[in-house]
């Protein structure tokens, strides 16, 4: 069965450190996205990419950067880890680029900074 | 203003009860319309699509209404299972079609 998935599930990280998420689909989804969620807030986008070599910014991308060299893999990297930055991190794709299609997640990582 | 907002609760309904749940929408141009569930620490699943004629499966009735740019979901008979995170999602216009704005969730506990 298709699916998506993101690793590491859990990372404990140090202020300044360099930290990359990685999300991989076998959906073969051209879009996919990342989310960030913080307790009291809904999910807010951080960076998203239509496809192979795309990328875009999302509300809160400040910090943080991703590439897609490929249909399967979005990693989202963290240039230098802030305590502001502990959150659930969610990745998600969707089929084509179209505005009534469904979004699937991964299970999420959760991130602490320390 | 945010793009979309949601009644925060939490609501606290017992079992059997009939409870609804509002959302705004701000961009008039938007295309399309979702509720998603969310329980505790778990990813968001989509519980389903939002049509301007309405749509309902099952207990779950969904409605749209563009000129007031507000969404709903009905939920009937309410079961202990429904105690979750409920996510309104507005996807966008044109320029950013596959694009979805996340309400900040409306959080629903049914009690025996």
């Not at chain 1, 502990?86 to 959760?110: D, H, K, L, M, N």
């Not at chain 2, 409605?63 to 939920?75: E, G, H």
């Amino acid at each position: 069965d298709a699916e998506i998935t993101q690793s590491p599930r859990h990372k404990i990280t140090e202020t300044g450190r360099q930290v990359t998420l990685a999300c991989h689909q076998t959906w073969n989804h051209n879009n996919m996205f990342w989310y960030r969620q913080d307790l009291g807030h809904g999910l807010r986008l951080i960076h998203y990419s239509y496809g192979v070599q795309d990328t875009n910014k999302g509300e809160v991308s400040d910090g943080y950067s991703v590439s897609r060299s490929n249909t399967e893999d979005l990693p989202l990297t963290l240039e230098s880890a802030a305590s502001s930055q502990t959150s659930v991190y969610f990745c998600a794709s969707s089929e084509i680029r179209g505005p009534s299609r469904e979004q699937y997640f991964g299970p999420g990582t959760r991130l602490t900074v320390t | 203003r945010k793009e979309v907002e949601q009644d925060p609760g939490p609501f606290n309904v017992p079992e059997g009860a009939t409870v609804a749940f509002n959302c705004t929408y701000s961009n008039s141009a938007s295309q399309s319309f979702f509720w998603y569930r969310q329980d505790c620490r778990k990813e968001p699943k989509l519980l389903m699509s939002v049509y301007s004629s309405g749509n309902e499966d099952g207990r779950f009735t969904a409605q749209l209404n563009r000129a007031s740019q507000y969404i709903s979901l009905l939920i009937r008979d309410s079961k202990l299972s429904d105690s979750a995170t409920y996510l309104c999602v507005v996807n966008g216009d044109n320029t950013n079609a596959g694009k979805s704005t996340f309400g900040d969730g409306t959080t629903l506990t049914v009690k025996p």
